[in-house]
């Protein structure tokens, strides 16, 4: 079973940055969608943004476009989401999930299949 690792999470000031990883241990990530996902407390799951397995395509929420890049290394197994320009309002936990290749939008976020246990952003001053 595909298991996910985020790492990167942390306190930040507003303005500041953080690059965000998503390791796979065990198994390729050659042939998977990624997504990044964010909860923040007493909201739903939302999603972030996600890139195809080849890297060749990648979609954002109009919240973070430009101010985040999704960007995957297969050779190392890992996806990475460098965030800057973070604003309080970013706040939450941050998971990774893999779909399959055929899943373009975090939109079908029931076809993700396999989950990190998350990581904690929070910007503040």
């Known amino acids: 079973q595909l298991q996910l690792v985020e790492s990167g999470g942390g306190l930040v000031q507003p303005g500041g940055s953080l690059r965000l990883s998503c390791k796979s241990s065990?198994?390729?990530?050659?042939?998977?969608?990624m997504g990044w996902f964010r909860q923040a407390p007493g909201k739903e799951r939302e999603g972030v943004s996600c890139i195809s397995n080849s890297g060749g395509s990648t979609n954002y929420a109009d919240s973070v476009k430009g101010r985040f890049t999704i960007s995957r290394d297969n050779a190392k197994n890992t996806v990475y989401l460098q965030m800057n320009s973070l604003k309080p309002e970013d706040t939450a936990v941050y998971y990774c999930?893999?779909?399959?290749?055929?899943?373009?939008?975090?939109?079908?976020?029931?076809?993700?299949?396999?989950w990190g246990q998350g990581t904690q952003v929070t910007v503040s001053s």
């Open positions: 065990r198994f390729s990530l050659d042939y998977v969608a």
């Open positions: 999930a893999a779909a399959p290749p055929t899943i373009a939008t975090t939109d079908a976020i029931d076809e993700y299949d396999y």
